[in-house]
């Protein structure tokens, strides 16, 4: 089985930064995909970042510029740089490894920016 495991969320004052990681192990981790998602209180699941096995990247509009994706497929573990946090990037964070027609959640880890 394949549980990815979400790491390093936490309390962050707005303007600071946190690294995110999920780690995946029981799978061939350089052929999937890698998305990180994130859900508010009383808001629906966004997608704010993906990563392919082929290392193309996309971003959710309101992260670019802010947010890096990226991956080690040796520590079968994907990351999310997140800068210039503001409050409004509070939700909690989940990634989903994916190959098709196979994905699989995390439990999510719990990010907070206090303004």
Known sequence: QVHPVE????????????RLSCVASGIIFVIVYVDWYRQAPEKQRELVATITSGGTITYADSVKG???????????????????????????????VRKWPLNYWGQGTQVTVSS
Do not use: H, P
């Not at 947010?67 to 800068?83: C, H, Y």
């Open 7 to 18: 790491s390093w969320g936490g309390l962050v004052q707005a303007g600071g930064s946190l």
């Open 66 to 96: 802010r947010f890096t994706i990226s991956r080690d497929n040796a520590k079968n573990t994907v990351f999310l740089q997140m800068n210039s946090l503001k409050a409004e990037d509070t939700a909690v964070y989940y990634c989903n």
